[in-house]
């Protein structure tokens, strides 16, 4: 597939127009930031683990009913997806306290919830990402109720899903933040990516976190994470 203008560059990605005017190109890049872009850095690697990651994790969600953007693979770095319009909201699922979470509630990291808990974030870098509720997301029209709706309950069939997925493989899933998109006909989908940018994985056993937290918190060792999550999905 031809590859034509540059549609948009964000933090971590850049997607390309292509032939047709359905379908986009999404390339990884190796570039990191956290902190709304305060903190910026490379992680050798990540694009392509990212890439492969997220198409990995899409194509089981499909498979178990959550519908997604994921078209093709067509590089380590590059996937061709269909053309959405982002929903403006990050939602966030929560199994286990950490981050954010930790700090407003003033809860240990590693404390269960004793429900698993969905925040939403109205994405916007000038404003540092709010948090929102359902009445901000009515009143803005970011979404309607039905489809708000909607993003709950795929967001809660992702959580298990790739919960299930991950137990398999000695990964607990603390938490994750998705993205969703609307196509030309209406159709919700799940959008973005699903990986160590996204996601905190903890080993099950030793705890450890094989994610970005690794990047955030100045911890070494952070190629060596995202290389783990590869292998341990994709078995290289
Ligand atoms: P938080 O604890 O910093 O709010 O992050 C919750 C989850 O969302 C964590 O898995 C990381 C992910 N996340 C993103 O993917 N993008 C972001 O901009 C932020 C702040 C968090």
């Known amino acids: 597939m031809e590859t034509r203008d540059l549609l948009y560059e964000g933090k971590a990605k850049k997607v390309f127009a292509t032939d047709d005017p359905q379908l986009v190109l999404v390339s990884y890049k190796d570039d990191a930031t956290a902190f709304n872009g305060e903190k910026k850095g490379t992680i050798l690697g990540k694009g392509a683990i990212n890439n492969r990651v997220t198409n990995h994790l899409m194509r089981l969600l499909e498979k178990q009913g959550v519908p997604t953007h994921y078209v093709r693979e067509l590089s380590p770095t590059d996937t061709l997806v269909r053309r959405v319009t982002i929903v403006p ?67 809660l069939t992702v959580n298990r899903v790739l919960g299930e997925y991950l137990q398999d493989l000695n990964i607990q899933l603390i938490d994750f933040k998705l993205e969703f998109g609307k196509t030309d006909a209406g159709e919700l989908v799940l959008a973005d990516e699903i990986s160590p940018d996204t996601c905190r994985f903890w080993d099950t056993v030793t705890h450890e976190k094989l994610d970005k937290d690794r990047f955030r918190r100045d911890m070494g060792g952070v190629e060596d ?3 783990e999550i590869m292998k341990r999905l994709l078995g290289e």
């Open 225 to 227: 994470a995202y290389q």
């Open 89 to 155: 909201l990050e939602v966030i699922v929560r199994n286990v306290a950490a981050g954010s979470l930790s700090k407003r509630l003033g809860l240990a990291e590693g404390t269960p919830m004793k429900k698993t808990v969905l925040e939403f974030c109205y994405k916007d870098d000038a404003l540092g990402d709010p948090m929102v509720n359902e009445y901000h997301i009515a009143a803005m029209e970011w979404a309607t109720p039905a489809e708000l709706e909607t993003i709950c309950r795929y967001s």
